[in-house]
């Protein structure tokens, strides 16, 4: 079995473990345990993101990795911080393995930044709020995750969405827990399909680019 944990950066780890949901590896499996484990031990280290968000390594800091898709152009050091903070509690939402966290601790860390909006700071933090919405389902979430459909919808120019990291917006998308969301498989279905006839290999920029794009076209 390949490995999931990489102490030296967070965001790996993360990719690994959501590769490793995606691919069916069981939730008693012991790396899946000691990853989620390594991850909700990092919450409110010095730095994290609103102090209570999950702090990413030095290297994931100096190496501005935030997406599983390597979208990361001119990403701030906040930025990565923030965003690998979001990826985290999502995955210990998803997993659901007895380390102290479940769906439901998660929504209360998710909910402590509910204003209401479907915007954050940024479109890339954006993004990140709207896959943990998804994850934790805290009550808001359905009315916030709508609001986010409809600003994609008013975003969208030359067949993009404009602004938005492409192959991680979809990716957000295709785990919304709404119905509005399939109005914007239309428009998007045009772009994901000339992306993944260049979409070949297997590494982890190209995977999550390829399930991302696959969503879009299905």
């Not at 790996?12 to 899946?32: D, F, H, I, K, M």
């Not at 152009?73 to 906040?78: D, H």
């Not at 279905?189 to 969503?215: H, I, M, Q, S």
Request: hydrophobic share 40%; charged share 25%.
């Amino acid at each position: 079995m390949k490995p999931i944990l990489n102490t030296d950066s967070m965001a790996q780890t993360l990719w690994s473990l959501e590769r490793a949901r995606l691919e069916g590896r069981p939730q008693n499996e012991p790396a899946v345990s000691e990853t989620l484990r390594w991850i909700a031990g990092r919450q409110g280290l010095p730095g994290a993101y609103a102090t209570h968000l999950f702090m990413p390594t030095q290297h994931d800091v100096e190496s501005r990795n935030g997406t599983p898709t390597y979208e990361d152009n001119s990403m701030s050091r906040v930025g990565v911080i923030h965003v690998l903070g979001e990826e985290s509690t999502r995955a210990l939402a998803l997993w659901g393995v007895d380390t102290g966290w479940d769906r439901e601790k998660a929504s209360r860390v998710i909910a402590s930044f509910d204003r209401g909006s479907a915007r954050f700071c940024c479109y890339r933090c954006s993004v990140a709020w709207w896959r943990a919405l998804s994850a934790t389902r805290i009550p808001a979430c359905e009315a916030i995750l709508a609001r986010a459909v409809r600003w994609v919808e008013d975003s969208m120019e030359r067949s993009r969405p404009y602004g938005f990291p492409f192959f991680y917006l979809l990716l957000a998308l295709s785990e919304m827990p709404i119905p509005e969301v399939e109005r914007l498989k239309p428009l998007l279905r045009p772009p994901a399909e000339r992306a993944l006839k260049g979409l070949v290999g297997n590494d982890t920029r190209t995977f999550f680019r390829r399930c991302a794009a696959e969503w879009a076209v299905s």
